[in-house]
């Protein structure tokens, strides 16, 4: 996930971007003083400090990056998650992502979906997409996803999605 985070990263700033990364090192952001939160608080707390950053940095609009794992091995395909009562063109901007997707990397079909029990999603005002890039439970597509090419085409697809959704 990272490595197609940074390259995504990489795209947006040769396009002219500012691009404020909630990490950039494989790292978590609940313990960045190197104290713990209580107990069963680690993953609130590094979502807690990403919603932080982004409203702190007045960001235009908020991708992360994901991979699924379910106990099936028979899923595959990204696909693009919104939350419905948020930023009205969160929706627009997940649409654009997943066309993308769908056009650029041929071996998904999967469409859009508004959900609404993600933290990020829900506690940040700008347009906001998590972008589930594929199963890691799948075999066929952990090997794609380890290969530094596809996570380029990944994060190509990505930052089409992104330019053709500021060009409305």
Do not use: C
Not at 46 to 64: G, K, P, T, W, Y
Not at 130 to 151: K, M, P
Request: glycine share 8%.
């Amino acid at each position: 996930v990272l490595p197609v985070g940074v390259e995504l990263a990489t795209f947006l700033r040769q396009a002219g971007a500012t691009v404020i990364m909630t990490r950039e090192d494989d790292i978590e952001l609940a313990d960045p003083d190197g104290g713990q939160p209580p107990k069963g608080k680690k993953k609130r707390t590094d979502l807690q400090r990403r919603v932080e950053i982004i409203s702190e940095n007045q960001a235009d609009l908020l991708i992360s990056i994901h991979v699924n794992a379910i106990s099936s091995s028979r899923w595959r395909g990204a696909q693009t998650f919104y939350y419905p009562a948020g930023n009205q063109d969160s929706q627009r901007l997940a649409v654009d992502i997943q066309s993308s997707l769908r056009r650029r990397l041929g071996n998904t079909q999967r469409g859009i979906e508004g959900i609404d029990r993600q933290y990020l999603l829900k506690n940040v005002i700008v347009p906001a997409v998590t972008v589930e890039i594929g199963f890691i439970s799948n075999q066929d597509e952990l090997a794609l996803l380890r290969s530094q090419a596809y996570q380029r085409r990944v994060a190509w697809s990505v930052f089409a999605g992104v330019a053709r959704f500021l060009m409305h």
